[in-house]
């Protein structure tokens, strides 16, 4: 197992966000945590990241216990985050942005080649390498802040929410392009969601959160079946 | 040039000096502070106390005048760490105040009196005073300002803004905000130190009250006014800051009213200062630049 989240706990003072969730992914998985505005998948990405650690709970990753260590110590090892509504350093170039991405691994990886791998996948960042981030389109935000988790080369890949604010056709997109890189790269991926349905469709396995619990867990297709999956989330 | 125009520029360039260090925290970490006059009080006294009372020279001293100055900077840079940014404001004033009352009330730092008979800088058997000794500032400024080129050049300027723009974004690309944080506050604080060391040789005699907070608050206008996170921003700032009250002399008296206001009106009308993108200076200046190349 590549990533064990284990009955963890998250609360914001007297606000208990989530109880108890426990989940995992293998390697080379794709897989959705599904849920509607306020479940918590953005409290148990936060967690699984380090920003806002669980009060009670484990978090294992490749065997290891990673419960207490910071977020920047985590995306050392190979975890990485798309954060919800992009978050790219407004004043930096696109450029730069993916320079982020790289920060201490200048000795390890290819920087120059690490980011034209990475304008292959996202030509429209290639287009716009010298602009400031704060002047792309919320599109292309999201696709600079996933190239920016990328180009590290991550053994798991968080996002959150990508297709927040996106047109359908970038959503598919997007979500195409996740795809391919878990089936032709092998990136496992953890897929936050309130869009269900283009989640599911791109996942083999998924989780339903309600109110900072799992309420369903099964295999995207049993999922999309659900007569409750279906009414809440498919709409019909 | 007369004495009185070395005494000004002397001056101007040994607090430039600080106020770069000043820029370091503030314009390139994002971290508030509201005491860094302390720390040039801190290397001040330093280096009053090592050369009149250890006989050393000051060179001698200036290592460990530096060192001091960014060993407390350490020490204090830590709270910044752990509360938020309104907090941060008011424990660097605390901390301005606490060192104030130290130098002023403890006897081995001359109590009230404060430490005269600092020596002149020697330099090759020669003894700086008036304009060799405003260029030993003006060097060090220069070495300063390569180091904040340096700084905003390298990786670590880019993850420095990576994390004051958004700081939990920038942690999870393997940026640690601590350490950045404290790395601003340890060079922030060393040039504080070394300005504070020149101003001591080139004064001779210091006390408490040159270093309390309203020269804090002066550091901070000059560095706003200038622009925060510039290269040339506290330069520019102290120039103006520093000729201001020598063509106008009444300001001498409301000094302290005339930088807080003028620190009010600059963060409401023009955040980035004089040097800033898109600062009405820069929108006047660059058009006649542009003109004179043709
Ligand atoms: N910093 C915070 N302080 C207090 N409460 C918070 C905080 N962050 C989240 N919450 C609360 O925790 C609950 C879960 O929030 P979370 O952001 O994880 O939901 P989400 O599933 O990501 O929602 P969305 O789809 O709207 O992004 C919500 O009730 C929210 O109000
Ligand atoms: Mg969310």
């Known amino acids: 197992m590549l990533l064990e989240v284990n009955n963890i706990h998250v609360s914001y003072g007297d606000i208990q966000a989530v109880c108890g969730v426990s989940f995992h992914i293998e390697k080379g998985e794709l897989i959705s945590i599904i849920g509607a505005n306020g479940a918590g998948k953005s409290t148990i990405l936060n967690a699984v990241m380090g920003i806002f650690p669980p009060q009670q709970g484990k978090i294992i990753f490749k065997g290891q216990d990673i419960t207490n260590i910071f977020s920047h110590q985590r995306a050392r090892i190979g975890i990485r985050m798309v954060p919800e509504r992009a978050r790219v350093f407004p004043r930096l170039t696109v450029y730069e942005n993916l320079l982020t991405g790289l920060y201490g691994l200048r000795n390890k990886l290819p920087v120059e080649e690490r980011i034209s791998s990475m304008y292959s996948v996202f030509p429209i960042l290639e287009e716009r390498k010298n602009q400031l981030a704060n002047t792309l389109s919320g599109g292309e935000q999201q696709q600079l802040s996933i190239a920016r988790a990328l180009v590290s080369n991550p053994e798991v890949l968080l996002v959150d929410e990508v297709s927040m604010g996106l047109m359908p056709k970038l959503v598919d997109q997007v979500f195409g392009i996740l795809e391919q890189l878990n089936k032709e790269q092998g990136l496992t991926i953890l897929l936050v969601e309130q869009n269900a349905v283009a989640s599911l469709a791109v996942s083999s396995r998924g989780y339903v959160l309600e ?16 007569s409750r999956v279906k009414e809440v989330y498919l709409g019909h | 040039m007369s004495a009185y125009v070395v005494t000004i520029a002397t001056l101007m360039v040994v607090q430039a000096i600080a106020v770069c260090g000043l820029n370091v925290i503030v314009g390139y970490a994002g971290q508030i502070s509201l005491g860094h006059a302390a720390f040039f009080g801190i290397g001040a006294y330093s280096t009053a106390v090592l050369t009149t009372k250890l006989g050393i020279s000051f060179w001698t001293a200036l290592p460990l005048v530096i060192g001091i100055s960014a060993l407390i900077g350490l020490l204090l840079g830590l709270p910044s760490l752990r509360v938020r940014e309104d907090f941060l404001a008011i424990t660097t004033i605390g901390i301005n105040f606490i060192v104030e009352a130290v130098f002023r009330y403890v006897p081995f730092f001359g109590g009230a009196l404060g430490i005269g008979g600092i020596p002149r800088v ?161 929108k006047i200046i660059t058009p006649l630049l542009k003109g004179l190349r043709k």
């Open chain 1, 211 to 226: 109110t900072g619990t799992c309420a369903l867990q099964g295999s995207a297709q049993e999922l999309m079946d659900n």
């Open chain 2, 122 to 282: 020697m330099f090759f058997g020669v003894r700086l005073k008036g304009i060799p000794f405003f260029l030993l500032c003006l060097g060090f400024l220069v070495l300063v300002l390569l180091i904040c080129w340096w700084l905003t050049r390298s990786w670590a300027s880019l993850a420095c803004y990576a994390i004051r723009e958004e700081e939990a974004a920038a942690s999870t690309m393997g940026i640690s905000p601590v350490r950045f944080k404290l790395l601003a506050f340890v060079i922030g604080t060393a040039m504080a130190g070394l300005g504070g060391s020149l101003y001591a040789h080139y004064m001779q005699f210091i006390s408490a009250g040159d270093f309390s907070f309203p020269i804090s608050v002066g550091f901070l206008a000059m560095l706003v006014l200038g622009g925060m996170g510039t290269l040339w921003g506290p330069v520019v700032g102290t120039l103006i800051l520093g000729i201001l009250p020598e063509l106008f002399r009444p300001l001498v008296d409301y000094r302290i009213f005339f930088y807080t206001l003028l620190l009010l009106l600059m963060i409401r009308f023009q955040p980035g200062g004089l040097l800033g993108e898109n600062s009405f200076a820069r």
